[in-house]
T-cell receptor, first 114, second 111 residues
Framework: DGGITQSPKYLFRKEGQNVTLSCEQNLNHDAMYWYRQDPGQGLRLIYYSQIVNDFQKGDIAEGYSVSREKKESFPLTVTSAQKNPTAFYLC?????????????FGPGTRLTVT | GQQVMQIPQYQHVQEGEDFTTYCNSSTTLSNIQWYKQRPGGHPVFLIQLVKSGEVKKQKRLTFQFGEAKKNSSLHITATQTTDVGTYFC???????????FGTGTRLAVRP
């Protein structure tokens, strides 16, 4: 079964702690993306990667970091510098980094920071 | 920067009524994609339109790309409770390497 997995589904953390969200895909896609979604809002791009060992900041990268050491994996770290980390985080992938290709989304991780 | 707006933000219809959401971009788009996100779920790709004036149908859903390639619409005929969710349009940025998602239209259907 091909797809994107994100874990965990729900995550609770105390303020001041870094937390890493997992994203794995077995679709053999080159490009991967991280989005943030707040209640009733659209999708905002945090980071994206078009190829292994390379990634670029999206629109709201401050307080976040990523790595792309393997084609299949694109973990996102929410650092303590992120002022409002509580949100729904969605990982996506596409065949290529060019925007003519549809994006496949994982089930998401709901992060709550108190 | 590029903006993609959708109207309405929210619509509540009686089951069986029609529904339309409109997507407007501040820039000309090479293509437009539509996604559906069920409550509590993740966005799922529905369709991509590429040509000016293109119209595509998927059962009760009709998608249209404007002649100027700056706007698009999704029309649902005779809504069903399974249509509930948020519909997003998405267009490529000028850099060509990422999408800008629209603000979304949330559809609620009264049975």
């Amino acid at each position: 079964d091909g797809g994107i997995t994100q874990s965990p589904k729900y995550l609770f953390r105390k303020e001041g702690q870094n937390v890493t969200l997992s994203c794995e895909q077995n679709l053999n896609h080159d490009a991967m993306y991280w989005y943030r979604q707040d209640p009733g809002q659209g999708l905002r791009l945090i980071y994206y990667s078009q190829i292994v060992n390379d990634f670029q900041k999206g629109d709201i990268a401050e307080g976040y970091s990523v790595s792309r050491e393997k084609k299949e994996s694109f973990p996102l770290t929410v650092t303590s510098a992120q002022k409002n980390p509580t949100a729904f985080y969605l990982c996506a992938s596409s065949t290529s980094g060019t925007s003519g290709y549809e994006q496949y989304f994982g089930p998401g991780t709901r992060l709550t920071v108190t | 920067g590029q903006q993609v707006m959708q109207i309405p933000q929210y619509q509540h219809v009686q089951e069986g009524e029609d529904f339309t959401t409109y997507c407007n971009s501040s820039t000309t788009l090479s293509n437009i994609q539509w996604y559906k996100q069920r409550p509590g779920g993740h966005p799922v790709f529905l369709i991509q339109l590429v040509k000016s004036g293109e119209v595509k149908k998927q059962k009760r859903l009709t998608f249209q790309f404007g002649e100027a390639k700056k706007n698009s619409s999704l029309h649902i005929t005779a809504t069903q409770t399974t249509d509930v969710g948020t519909y997003f349009c998405a267009g490529p940025r000028s850099s060509g390497d990422k999408l800008t998602f629209g603000t979304g239209t949330r559809l609620a259907v009264r049975p």
